[in-house]
Each structure stands twice: as C-alpha cells, then as structure tokens.
C-alpha cells in the first residue's frame, strides 16, 4: 500500500445503497498519484455506482473519498456538486456514451476547455478582451486535444456522425480538455472492433505516461486491462473481493469464483456470457 | 385578532374549498404521475365540467323547483354531467395535444408549451361560444343557500358545503378504491412506477395514459360543477384560479402522490381561509403562490412524499 | 412486411391524415365562425358546423390533406435524417443571410415614416416593445431551454420600478431621476425578482419554474391592484410618467407622445440586444447551455454549473423583461395593472415560439408578424377572440414545427435528434437518469 504522500484517491469505507439494493459495500480503495488502476468485476458490481459516488452523482451513505490534488490540500468529495469535483481535477467518461450530439466535435471539446475559463454573460455580451483571449486559448487547446485523440479532421462534424469508437475518443477529449489530475475511465473499449481497441489502447498509455495523469480504468476487457493496468481491484455484488497486479487478481480464487459463478449462473439462464 | 376569533367559521368552509381543490389536484397528479407532466390544460377541464353541468342541469331543471329527494338526483344528474364533460375533454386534450408529441419523443418543453397553448385555446374558445359574462345555475334546492345547515363547533355549515364535501368525499374514495383495486389501476401504477418495464410486461402505454387523463377529467369535471353549484355560475375563467390552487395543492402533498393530493387540497383550503381571515378577502389568491414557493424550498417532495407507485 | 402489409398500414396512415384534416377544418370553422352568447350558448356552434360554411372547410381541409401527401411522396423518410446530420451548411448560406439581415435593417429604419398614425402606434407599442421582450423569453425558452409563464411580471416590475424612480407613484423615491437613469435600476429590480424566484424552483426541477412563473404572473397583478398606497391601485401611479429626455452636454432633447422618435430609440435599443444576445449564444455561456439543454449530466461533468447558468438566463430574460417595461411606461405614460395582465406572458410566448425558439431573427420576425397580423385583421376578427387563435398557434406548432418559422440551426438539429432519443433538447429535468 501506498504512502500517504502519494496518494490520490483515497476511498474510505464506503456505502452507497438504492432502496433494498447495496451497490457499494464498505468499499476501501487507494490510489496512489500517476497510477494506472483498474477497475473490474461482473456486471451489476458497482464499478459505474463507485464513479457516481467519486464525481458527486451519487450520495453514499456512509465513508468518506478523499481527493489530493497536485499542490493542494487533501479535500473530502463527499457532498459537492458534480461540476465542483470535475473542478477539482477529476474528469469522467461515461459507460453509454454521453456526448452533445447535436453540437459539432470541436464545440464538444470547447465545452470541456471552458470548464476552466471565467468569461461571465457580460465580458461575452461585450467582448471585452478577456473573452477574445480566452476565446483564442480554448479554440487552441480544443484543437490540440482533437489532433492529440486523431479527430482534428472530423472537427466540423456532428459528434452524432462520429462512428462508435471515435465517440469514445472524443468523450476522452472532452474531459481532458476540462485539465484534471485524475481521469475516470468507464468501458472506454465496450463496442469498438479490434483497430480501435488497439488505438484506444495506445490513447490511453499515453495520457498516463506523457500527460501524466492518473487514471481509473473500469474495463470488461482482459487483455486491455492485463496490458495497461499497475494495478486492479475486484469488485464483486458491491464488495471488494481482491487486489493486487494483474497477475496476482488473474490467479486468486476468489476473482475466478466470481467471475465462473456469474457465467455459470449465466449459462444456466441462457443469457450471453 | 386573526386565528383566535371565528376560527372555526373560516375553518369550515376551507374544508369544502380543500374538497373541490382535492378533486382538481387528483387530475394533476395523476396525469404527473403516468407522464411527469404538469398538465396545463386541466383547469379548462374542470371549467368544461362546469359548463357541462350548468347546460344539463339548467335545462333538466327548466321551471321546476327542486326540494327534498329531487334534489339529490338533480345534484346526481349535474355531477355526472360535469363529470361526463370533463372526461370527454380530457380524452380529446390528450388526443391533440399530448399523444402526437409523445410519438415524436418531443422534448418535455414541448409538452408544457402545447398544454398551455390548449389552455388558452379552450377557455377563449369556451368564451365565444358560450358568451363571456358569468352564468349563473339554476338552483337544485328551494332552500337558500347560505341558511346554516347545522352547526360544528360553533361554525355553521351551509347546505352548499355540505353537498360539496359529501359529494367529493364519495368520488375520492371511489378512486382510492379505484386506483388500488382494479386492473384499471395497476396498469396506472405500473406505468406511473417504470412505463418502459410496464410496457415490457405488456401494459398498452397509450392506452393507461388515455384512462389517465379520463379519470383525471372525470374528477376536475365534477369538480367543476360542483364549483358552479357553489357559486351559483359558471364562467369560461373559471378554471385558472382553482387550477393553480390544485397544483399547489398536489405539490403540498407530494406530486404524483394520490392521498398526498386529497389531503394537499384539504391543507390548502383551511390554510388559505384562515389566512383569508387574518389578510383580507382581497389576498386569499396569493396565499396558494406563497405556500408553493415555501413547500419547493423546505419539503420539495411534498407531506407525503412523490410517486404514484407507492399508494401513502 | 409484405408489400401488402406496408400498403395498409400506409393506407392506414393516410386516412388518419385525412381524418385529422377533415377535423382541423372543422375546428377552423368554428374557431373562425360565428360566436355564441349568454343566452343562446349554441348559436355558434350550429351557426358554424350547420352551415354551408362546414362545407366549405372540409373541402379545403381535404384539399391541404390531398396537396400534403402528393408532396409527401417525393421526399424519401430517410432525407430528414440526413439532413439532420449533415454537417455544417456552406458559407454562402451565412453571407446570404447577412445580406437578409441587412435588407431587413434598412427597411426598418426607411419604412415607418411613410406609415401611418396607426401603424407607426403599432409599430412602437406593440411590435417594439414586444420585439424586446421577445428577445428576453428567447433566452429563456431558446437558449436555456426553460419555460417562463409569468413573463409579464418582470415587466410589470421594470414599469413600475420607472414609475416610482421619476416620481409618479404615491411613495416618493429619495431622488427623481430621468426615465433613462430609470432603466438601471428597473433592470436590478427586475433581475433580483427573478433570481429570487428562479433559486427556490430551478433547484428541483425545471418544469416547475412554469407554474411558479404562472403563479407569480397572476399575483403581480393582485400586489399592483391592491398595494393602493404604494402603487396607485387599479387606477394606476396617480403622476403621468414623463417622457425620456437628453439634458447633457449641450444636448436637449425630449421624447413626446409622438411616435416615430420612439421608434427609432427602440429600434436602436433593439439592435443593441440583438448584438448582445448573438455574442452571449456564441460564447462559453451560450455553449453551456446548449450542453444543459443536450445532456444535463454531461453538462455538469464537464465543469457546467447548471444551477447557476439556468438561474443566470432567467434572471437575463427578467431583466431584458424589466427593461422593455421602462419603455413602455415612459412611452404610454399611464399604467395600470391591466396592462401586465398574465394572458400578456402567453402572447410573448407565442412570438418566440412562433419565431423560433432558440432564434434571434425568429423572436423579432415572429414578434412583428404576430403582432401585426391582429391588426392588419381587426375588421374580420373578434380581437376577444386573439387569444384563441394564440392558443391553437402553440398547440400547432408543436405538433408540426417545434422549431418555429425561421429555426436556429442548433435548436432544430437538436429537435430531430431527440426524436431519435439523442439529446434532451430542454432543461427541465434535473433528476439525473441512469447514468
Ligand atoms: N440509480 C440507481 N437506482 C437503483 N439502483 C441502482 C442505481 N444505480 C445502480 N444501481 C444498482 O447498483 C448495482 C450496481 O450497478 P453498477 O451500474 O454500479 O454496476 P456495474 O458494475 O457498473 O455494472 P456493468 O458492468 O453492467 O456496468 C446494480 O444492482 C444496479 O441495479
Ligand atoms: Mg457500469
């Protein structure tokens, strides 16, 4: 275990139940600064409910989260807004995609990069100087991003016209352009074909290494995550069930009972594995 | 000076006002609770209900004067009128203007905008065919109306309230029946809950909102008569008033929430009229406003809480 | 599905056109014919639908319903679909527009001196004044994807804030000040009024800031009627509220009841919101609340305060509101509580609505059309009737073009797409969904 120094993320205990349903039970999870963590566990797990309760869609019952920024005091994200966490430093995607799908993906981009301007209605409604200036930052920056995830040429385009993987990449560059230290990353690979698996795959190694960001990574995909991950928790029914390296989580048995249980009880439904 | 004098003299009659308020707020939340809409329109539907009782009760009274067991079947005949009127244009008003945007997915806002535009197309319409002076009803009792009936508390309750509480009594407990009892009401609730699950299970969507809005202008439409009985007339302005109380009424309650809207409109109508006593006749119509800005600030889900699915 | 199948079911369709066609007429008919009264409430509804009249309209209902679906067969389905999706239009398109736009200036600042008393009245009372408050619900409605219904009352609020500021009301202000001074603080007032009421309501759920705006709309009303020692009552500000006037720098100039040099200071007024608002829809601002309108949760993950820029674009409309009603004041000069009555807030309504919602050129196209049209017609039509005719406007055009008569591009893009269930296309549900 990390540190304290070096931690980033620091879930403590926490409990976040739906009615009768306990999506996350007494779930604990550290994550050290720059570090690649996965996250993976059966549907239905609470991997999407954990993302909701770091970035302030969902109000736990109980525990604390706690958040590290670079150079700053440790803060508790428990409460806040979600664009008040997204403020902080932490940036998501979503599961089923969440673009603006009737603005272009350039504006979609923007719409991220603004999250750290300060134009107000009345500098916009004048176009006082620092709307041009910041005007000109943000359209630099969106376009950088863009030619960072390979979509500067579909600029111009509707983010709906966008084929599936290419949204995927956009909505990374979404909330890249809102600048944060840790980027939540939910199936980022669900649904593409193996090209864009392999591009995203890269995409994601470098904005780990060369930006430096941290990055949680919920994936179904076990190559990706054996190839990309340092290190990755199990969840299973809401409840941390292992971690540790890729190799160690693919060898304990308590992964393989999950994962076997589930597809077996799958199996015996007859649903898809 | 307010509160402590002639509490019960303005308590009383808020109870027959919380009754008919009740009524009306019903068709809101019903129509919230299968849609999530706040239906604009139901105003003129309670102020059709009331021109549908006035025309029948009008002429099925022509030049005779009603006492005793007569009178209860002329108030009978003059309720389903109304209630029959009503029923009718709530399926027309869901026909027009909420089931060709509801195929279109169209966004919420268009639902509002399209409620409000039927609103204001039905009363004026309702204007100009029936003339824009006040109506007035022909009376089913000989007695007057404002003779103390008997007396609570030392409050004297009149004939016309009496007939109205008692009236609207009947109908809410019918539709709790109704809405707990019946397949008719499963489906309601079904839908109200989850329609995309409902509609999996083979609840007909379309079908359940339509009975929606008719149950809901059933209610508004007696609701309407009953208002015109009380008042002695009917006019095509008659609806926004009420209308607005019975929204707040629902909201007091918890939208969406059935007995929330029976005892939202009870709550509503006493406080309205004791407020009455301590401000002035003259603001009895900001009272509602205020109640509503203070329930969205400090209980927003309402007394007892949103949701139809849940029945309490 | 055979091909047989398809042809029923397209029969199907047909005849439900033909159905809602015939019916339309019918409702025209009646709309437009004869009126009932008090004593003879059937006079219209027989006068109308018992009549060659009827007639008549079914068979230009079945007409339309004819021309509609020869036209039908040309365009394929898929072509609203790839129009929906095509990327941006050429640039020509936009310089053309200028064009259009400039075309429309020019003819606003030559024509009205040529018009007449009459119209040069309109010009100024009803479509000026209007074009401004259109302007102000558009940013509401259009931009944040809101729906305001008690309108009016901000307007109320700005008129009588000008009425007290020149020392017209019963109460004394501590200093009298010039109608054009007025404006700042009518401007303040009108926006405290709507932040104070959008922050209980805009929390929840958007929907509800309708009601509490329609709740709002008619109270204004009671306060103005019955604040007698504050506001005059239902007799109005006892003092005529002066005209505006120059007194600076050598200047001298005073407005009079006259219309034509109120015309041009609404027109100049009207330009200037026009320049202001398209800079606000181009910006962050503008961005952040198409982001609200598509996808609320999105928007807030991406850094959007949505609370604060829903409650910022009602508080704008407030205040464009309250400014529109300085101008009115100091134009008419004598107000009273009838001139801000609710059914006011549905009319603005309908000019954007008509127009475009989302669309600057639609609010003021929408708002001189509709504005003029009552009068060019008043000979014909009941003017007791306009609301009805208002009414059937919105139900119409949300059935058939949400997106009003002159579309932003955005709003209309984002109103197929949420057909398509992409996008929201509105700010009304707060409660987040399944993310
Ligand atoms: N808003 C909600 N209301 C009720 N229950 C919820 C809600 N969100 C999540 N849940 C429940 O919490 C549990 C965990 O869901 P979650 O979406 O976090 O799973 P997941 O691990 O992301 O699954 P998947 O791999 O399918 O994405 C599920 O049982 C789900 O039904
Ligand atoms: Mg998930």
Redesign the interface.
């Known amino acids: 275990m990390a540190a304290d120094a070096d931690v980033l993320l620091d879930v403590d205990a926490v409990t976040l139940r739906f009615g009768g349903v306990t999506s996350l039970a007494d779930v604990s999870i550290r994550q050290r600064r720059g570090e690649l963590l996965a996250v993976i566990g059966p549907n239905g797990a609470g991997k ?1 409910s954990l993302f ?1 309760a770091i ?1 302030g ?1 969902y109000h736990p019952q109980s525990g604390d989260i706690r958040f590290h920024p670079f150079g700053g005091k440790p803060v508790s994200l428990i409460g806040r ?3 008040e966490v ?2 902080l430093g932490i ?2 995607t ?3 995609i ?7 993906v350039f ?1 979609n981009v ?3 990069v ?4 300060r ?3 009345i500098s ?4 006082l100087p620092r ?1 041009r200036r ?2 000109r930052e ?1 359209d630099q920056l969106a376009v950088e991003l863009l030619e960072f995830v390979g979509l500067r040429d579909r600029a ?3 983010a ?2 966008l084929p599936y993987g290419a949204q995927r990449r956009l909505e990374i560059a ?2 890249l ?2 600048r944060p230290q840790l980027l939540l990353l939910d199936e980022p690979a669900a649904g593409t074909n193996p090209v864009e698996k392999q591009e995203l795959e890269t995409l994601i190694r470098h904005i780990n290494t060369e930006m430096g960001l941290s990055i949680l990574l919920i994936e179904h995909d076990m190559r990706l995550v054996m190839s990309l991950a340092e290190r990755v928790v199990v969840l299973n029914f809401g409840k941390v069930i292992a971690q540790g390296t890729p190799a160690e989580v693919q060898n304990d048995p308590a992964v393989i009972e999950a994962y076997l249980g589930t597809r077996a009880a799958r199996a015996a439904e007859g649903g898809p594995s | 000076m307010c509160l402590t004098n002639h509490f019960w003299d303005y308590f009383v009659p808020g109870i027959a006002n919380g009754f008919l308020y009740a009524l009306i707020a019903l068709g809101y939340t019903l129509v919230y609770g299968v849609l999530q809409l706040i239906n604009f329109a139901h105003s003129e539907v309670f102020m059709s209900g009331g021109f549908g009782g006035l025309f029948v009760i009008n002429w099925a009274i022509a030049d005779r004067h009603p006492h005793g067991l007569s009178s209860v079947w002329f108030v009978l005949i003059g309720i389903i009128a109304g209630a029959v009127t009503g029923g009718v244009v709530a399926f027309v008003l869901e026909r027009v203007a909420y089931r060709p945007l509801r195929r279109r997915h169209a966004p919420k806002l268009a639902f509002l905008i399209s409620a409000i535009g039927m609103s204001y197309f039905l009363y004026n319409l309702a204007g100009k065919e029936f003339g824009r002076d006040a109506r007035t009803m022909k009376p089913p009792f000989t007695v007057t109306p404002s003779k103390p009936l008997f007396t609570i508390f030392g409050a004297s309750v009149n004939l016309y309230d009496a007939v109205i509480a008692l009236s609207a009594i009947i109908m809410l407990v019918l539709l709790d029946r109704l809405v707990q009892n019946t397949r008719l009401g499963q489906g309601i609730r079904a839908v109200a809950q989850d329609a995309d699950t409902a509609a999996l299970m083979g609840v007909n969507i379309d079908r359940v909102i339509s009975q929606t809005f008719v149950i809901g202008g059933l209610l508004g439409g007696a609701a309407g008569f009953l208002f015109g009985l009380g008042t002695a007339g009917v006019s095509y302005t008659m609806g926004f008033t009420p209308g607005l109380k019975a929204f707040t009424a629902a909201v007091l309650g918890g939208i969406g929430n059935i007995r929330g809207a029976m005892l939202g409109g009870l709550l509503l109508g006493v406080v309205e009229n004791l407020a009455s006593s301590c401000f002035g006749a003259s603001w009895v119509d900001v009272v509602a406003f205020y109640i509503l800005v203070l329930v969205l600030l400090v209980r927003p889900m309402g007394l007892l809480g949103e949701r139809l699915g849940r029945s309490a | 599905m055979t091909r047989r199948d398809l042809r029923s079911v397209l029969m199907g369709v047909r005849a439900r056109q033909l159905g809602t066609a015939v019916l339309g007429a019918l409702v025209v008919d009646v709309m437009t014919g004869p009126s009932g009264s008090l004593t003879a409430p059937t006079r219209g509804l027989t006068g109308s639908l018992l009549s060659i009249r009827a007639v008549i309209f079914v068979a230009l209902g079945v007409a339309l319903w004819a021309f509609l679906t020869f036209r039908d067969r040309l365009a394929t389905y898929t072509s609203r679909w790839t129009a929906a999706i095509a990327p941006s239009r050429l640039v020509a398109d936009r310089r053309y527009r200028r064009a259009g736009y400039a075309a429309l200036l020019a003819a606003a600042i030559a024509v009205p001196p040529y018009l007449s008393q009459y119209w040069q009245e309109v010009a100024v009372d009803q479509i000026g004044v209007y074009v401004l408050l259109a302007l102000g619900l558009n940013v509401v409605v259009g931009f944040a994807g809101l729906l305001d219904l008690g309108y009016i009352a901000f307007y109320a609020i700005g008129a009588y804030s000008c009425a007290y500021w020149t020392g017209s009301l019963p109460i004394r202000p501590p200093h009298v000040f010039n109608p054009f001074v007025t404006i700042i603080f009518a401007v303040i007032a009108a926006m405290i009024a709507g932040v104070v009421l959008g922050f209980p309501t805009l929390r929840l759920r958007g929907d509800y800031l309708a009601i509490v705006t329609l709740g709002f709309g008619e109270i204004i009303t009671i306060y103005a009627n019955n604040l007698q020692s504050v506001t005059g009552g239902a007799q109005g500000p006892p003092k005529p509220i002066p005209h505006f006037s120059i007194n600076l720098l050598g200047i001298h100039y005073q407005w009079k009841i006259s219309n034509l040099p109120y015309y041009y200071l609404l027109l100049a007024f009207v330009v200037l919101i026009l320049v202001l608002f398209h800079n606000l829809e181009n910006s962050r601002v503008g961005r952040a609340w198409t982001a609200i309108r598509e996808d609320e949760v999105a928007a807030a993950a991406s850094g959007i305060n949505t609370f604060r820029y829903k409650l910022l674009a009602f508080a704008i409309g407030a205040s464009t509101s309250g400014f529109a009603g300085v101008l009115f004041a100091s134009k008419i000069q004598v107000i009273t509580p009838l001139s801000f009555v609710l059914q006011q807030s549905i009319l603005v309504l309908v000019l954007v609505i008509f127009g475009g919602m989302g669309s600057l050129a639609g609010a003021v196209v929408g708002a001189a059309v509709i504005q003029w049209l009552p009068n060019a017609l008043k000979t014909y039509v009941d003017k007791a009737d306009l609301f009805m005719y208002l009414g059937a406007v919105l139900v119409v055009m949300m059935i058939y073009r949400p997106q009003g008569i002159i579309p932003s591009r955005r709003r209309s893009r984002e109103l197929a797409m949420a057909e398509a269930g992409l996008v929201e296309a509105d700010a009304l549900t707060t409660a987040s969904k399944e993310v």
């Open positions: 999407t909701n970035t869609v807004k979600v664009h997204t403020k940036a998501r979503f599961q089923n969440r673009l603006f799908a009737a603005l272009t504006e923007k719409i991220g603004e999250a750290r301007q134009t107000g209605p916009a409604m004048l176009q709307r910041e005007e943000g111009n385009d509707l709906a016209s979404r909330a352009g809102t």
